[in-house]
């Protein structure tokens, strides 16, 4: 019997006088054993104990050292659910900006989801898909393959493995995006999309329904905004002519996911300030909130 468990373990019975353990029957051994290593609860048979029930509580004794190694292993903070730094706000406001910069300081993936609008926006364009007809727009998103990709620590919506960048910022695509951001099945399937960007850690994501739609649940919510004849200088200063007073009134009052200031939000007016600036009002509100493990 103690042959048997000390090849389970790799470990001598003087080592965890504590701890016992049945040897498993023959015919369960092979199925059961998913390394050499893996160590088992004596608990009708042997069930492995794995990282994927974190909750779970070993059948061993409290004081063991195995059970600090196990525990070192599941709480780690790699283990612990990402953070999700949602910026919002109105057009030319800074939030592509401030959330690169905000991603680049803080070392999170930073998340345009705006650009992903506009993939879509290029996608119907390229496939002479009416943008005007809500249900052919929403029956795209079902229709055309992509992935997503992080690359330089930064998320990327691929179509076929390709990704666009010069052709979703044409002024062609630009005018095509709120037409395409106004229909539900696109922003549902947007959602999910945006959602499951956790997949590559903590985030920094900005758009305009983050904090109030895709992330309600984080404590991290900024609403970005200055007046508008400072965001009409900035567009201009970018070789942009846009109507941002009619762009911000069909933004807040589309009937699906309008702009809005998310519920507990930290609102900055960055009308006289600069980039840097607000980025590091931004950090010093995030650091102040975060555990002082994950800081």
């Known amino acids: 019997m103690i042959i ?90 800074g939030k592509s900006t401030n959330a690169k910069l905000v991603s680049k300081s803080l070392g999170y993936t930073y998340v345009d989801t705006g650009a992903m609008y506009r993939t879509l926006a290029w996608y119907c364009l390229k496939e002479k898909i009416d943008i005007h007809d809500p249900k052919k727009v929403g029956a795209a998103c079902r229709k055309w393959k992509t992935t997503l990709a992080c690359v330089e620590a930064q998320v990327r919506l691929l179509v076929d493995g390709y990704y666009p960048t010069k052709e979703i910022r044409t002024a062609e695509t630009s005018a095509a995006v709120p037409h395409i951001a106004a229909v539900p099945k696109v922003r549902d399937w ?14 920094v994501m900005e758009g305009r329904d983050i904090g109030s739609v895709v992330f309600p649940e984080t404590d991290f919510k900024f609403y970005l905004d200055a007046t508008l004849a400072e965001r009409e200088r900035r567009r201009l200063a970018e ?41 590091r009002q931004i950090v010093t509100q995030i650091r102040q909130r975060l555990p002082t493990s994950r800081a």
Request: glycine share 6%.
């Open 239 to 279: 070789g942009v002519d846009e109507n941002l007073a009619e762009r911000d009134h069909r933004d807040s009052q589309r009937a699906t996911a309008p702009l809005m200031i998310p519920l507990g939000a930290i609102v900055i007016n960055n009308s006289g300030l600069t980039a840097e600036e607000t980025t």
């Open 190 to 203: 947007m959602k999910q999309q945006q959602r499951s960007c956790t997949q590559f850690g903590n985030l």
């Open 4 to 93: 048997g468990w000390q090849c389970v373990l790799g470990c001598s019975a003087s080592k965890y006088p504590a701890l016992k353990f049945r040897t498993p029957p023959a015919s369960k051994k092979r199925s059961q054993t998913s390394s050499p290593n893996s160590p088992y609860l004596p608990r009708k048979g042997w069930v492995p104990l794995s990282s994927t029930v974190p909750r779970a509580k070993p059948y061993l004794q409290p004081n063991s050292s195995l059970i600090n190694r196990i525990q070192r292993r599941i709480f780690t903070p790699q283990n612990m659910s990402p953070i999700v730094i949602a910026i919002d706000g109105t057009s030319a406001s």
